[in-house]
């Protein structure tokens, strides 16, 4: 099938085209400026919670230093640790003490004696002791030795009398630099108040670089970013009480591995669109050009007779008009053929009538020649017939003695006898017949068929026929039994073994029906056309001249009528009387 022109398949190609550049001038800047918007606003993002760290710190810080500072007091208010200070026990001081810091988790009790030296607990600088002297309650971060605390003191007084401080002191471990560093999503560095490292919750080797590099940078609570390791990170610093800093850390690097990720998701989207946008412009095209193209098809189908072909309509007026002109023009061609082809078929049937006229002609013509024919010879024969069969007659009552001769002259006589029937037989074509005469078909075929059933003896074939309205046709009953009994003998013939055969009486369209069913094997293909043909037969044995179905059709046409054979499609044969009715009131239904 041909299809659409250069210029349909550069346009569709066209829009293809269009819409995929389009849709990419659309959304590969899009991407770009969203992939860097995004990494500006994450960054801002990180900045912006590091910016808000130093308040957490601080009110971390001083939650957990009012609460310190309470348990500080309670252990300081201890008359028991001040008698213990007093007597100098440090054992019972030390039990005291911790007994009562027990209830606090996390915390260890902390005890100094008078002089500052610590019994329990971290060593303390002399200066925050002299402030508890003073009767403050510090709560600071230290450190001792390479440990990293925060220390909450409250002065021990026995009456008015200082006797040292107690309290409880906190290690700043990992456990702590991690709720801060859950609290603020970062890691956490925690520098001691002699700049040593304290803590970190993130992996070792880049706490060592950044705690190097913590000191080029300026020791104010602003965000600055550093270097380490080909990595990008913001950091900002904030002091607590007792000199010691926490640096709040960002990975840039871990802050932005999202953006590979939404990379990925775009380039997807922009497959998906692409794909979408593929197939919406596909479809626009195909439906741009399908009304044009089932255009071609209906025109090549009408050129092939097909006036069936559908066309679609479009919403484009030109292309529309175009459609609608078509319809127009091929309903138009489509009724001229419709009617050439009745007047071609009226004119096949008017030929096809002419012919079927002209074989019934040629048919007529040569059986009344066959007949003419048979009529002479068998009047020439019945007479010499006679004679011979007179003088056998003689001769067998002359040699009754011999018995050989008496058989061979019965034989002789029964064979002449059969040549008188069948003289009768040609001669009965020419005989006049009675040229009116009607009679009811269906009482002649009970009779012929219980006739027939008397005749059968013990044979196991059953006779039925098949009549609910009186069928009065125009012929003589006499000369349709005739018929009948040859149609129902050769039927009977047919059959071996058990079977059936139907008698079928009926009418219509002016014109009376007996059709005639057996169960037998058939017809064959090569001998239906001359069934009616005199001196034809299909039976093996001599009896059988072929002048059965000859005489019948001889008769039934010169009333009017014919016979019909053709082969049944549940098999076996089957024989039509056609005759014509007496009267048109008499016509009743076929039953066929």
């Not at 520098?191 to 070792?204: M, N």
């Not at 072909?309 to 529309?320: D, G, K, L, N, T």
């Amino acid at each position: 099938m041909p299809q659409g022109g250069p210029m349909s398949v550069s346009l569709q190609r066209a829009l293809l085209v269009l819409v995929l550049v389009v849709l990419a001038i659309g959304l590969v800047p899009a991407g770009v400026v969203l992939d860097r918007r995004l990494r500006a606003s994450l960054e801002e993002n990180v900045r912006e919670e590091l910016g808000a760290a130093p308040l957490v710190l601080r009110d971390q810080f001083q939650n957990q230093a009012g609460a310190r500072m309470m348990h500080a007091r309670e252990i300081s208010g201890s008359g028991r640790l001040a008698r213990a200070i007093l007597d100098g026990d440090t054992a019972t001081a030390v039990a005291a003490a911790t007994e009562l810091a027990a209830p606090f988790p996390g915390e260890q009790p902390l005890v100094v004696d008078p002089g500052g030296l610590s019994w329990v607990g971290p060593s303390l600088p002399m200066e925050l002791v002299e402030v508890t002297r003073g009767g403050a309650m510090p709560v600071e971060v230290v450190k001792s030795g390479d440990e990293v605390g925060t220390v909450a003191l409250a002065p021990v007084k026995l009456g008015d009398e200082w006797m040292g401080a107690a309290g409880v002191w906190v290690p700043m471990a990992s456990e702590e630099a991690a709720t801060l560093a859950a609290l603020t999503r970062s890691d956490v560095l925690i520098t001691a108040p002699d700049h040593a490292l304290g803590a970190y919750t993130g992996r070792a080797e880049p706490a060592m670089g950044l705690f190097g590099l913590l000191s080029q940078i300026p020791q104010n609570e602003e965000v600055h970013e550093l270097e380490w390791g080909g990595v990008r990170y913001l950091v900002l610093s904030a002091s607590i009480p007792g000199g010691a800093r926490v640096t709040f850390v960002r990975s840039l690097d871990e802050a932005l591995a999202v953006v590979p990720a939404l990379r990925r998701m775009h380039l997807t989207v922009f497959a998906v669109a692409l794909v979408l946008a593929f197939a919406v412009g596909t479809l626009f095209a195909v439906r741009l050009a399908r009304p044009v193209r089932a255009l071609a098809v209906a025109a090549e189908r009408v050129g092939e007779g097909d006036f069936d072909s559908p066309v679609q309509h479009s919403a484009i007026a030109e292309v529309e008009q175009v459609t609608r002109s078509f319809e127009l023009m091929r309903d138009a061609l489509r009724a001229r053929i419709a009617e050439l082809s009745r007047a071609n078929d009226a004119l096949e049937e008017r030929q096809a009538r002419l012919a079927m006229l002209q074989a019934e002609l040629v048919q007529r013509d040569r059986l009344s020649s066959s007949a003419r024919l048979l009529a002479q010879l068998a009047h020439e024969v019945r007479n010499p017939v006679a004679s011979v069969r007179n003088c056998l007659e003689i001769l067998r009552r002359r040699v009754t003695d011999d018995a050989d001769a008496s058989r061979f002259a019965d034989l002789a006589i029964d064979e002449l006898l059969r040549m008188h029937e069948l003289t009768e037989q040609m001669l009965d074509l020419h005989r006049p017949r009675e040229e009116e005469g009607e009679c009811d078909a269906a009482v002649v075929a009970g009779e012929v068929a219980e006739v027939v059933r008397l005749g059968m003896g013990e044979r196991d074939v059953a006779v039925n026929v098949e009549a609910d309205t009186p069928v009065h046709v125009s012929i003589s009953a006499d000369p349709l039994k005739q018929i009948l009994l040859n149609l129902l003998q050769n039927a009977q013939d047919a059959i071996t073994g058990s079977g059936s055969v139907t008698i079928r009486v009926g009418a219509e369209k002016g014109r009376g029906a007996v059709v005639i069913q057996d169960t037998g094997p058939g017809i064959a293909d090569d001998a239906l056309a001359h069934v009616f043909d005199p001196f034809f037969t299909t039976k093996a044995d001599v009896h059988g001249v072929g002048l059965g179905l000859f005489t019948a059709d001889g008769l039934a046409r010169t009333y009017g009528g014919r016979l019909v054979a053709r082969n049944r499609d549940g098999g076996g044969a089957e024989m039509t009387v056609d005759l014509p009715l007496a009267t048109v009131e008499a016509a009743g239904e076929v039953l066929s």
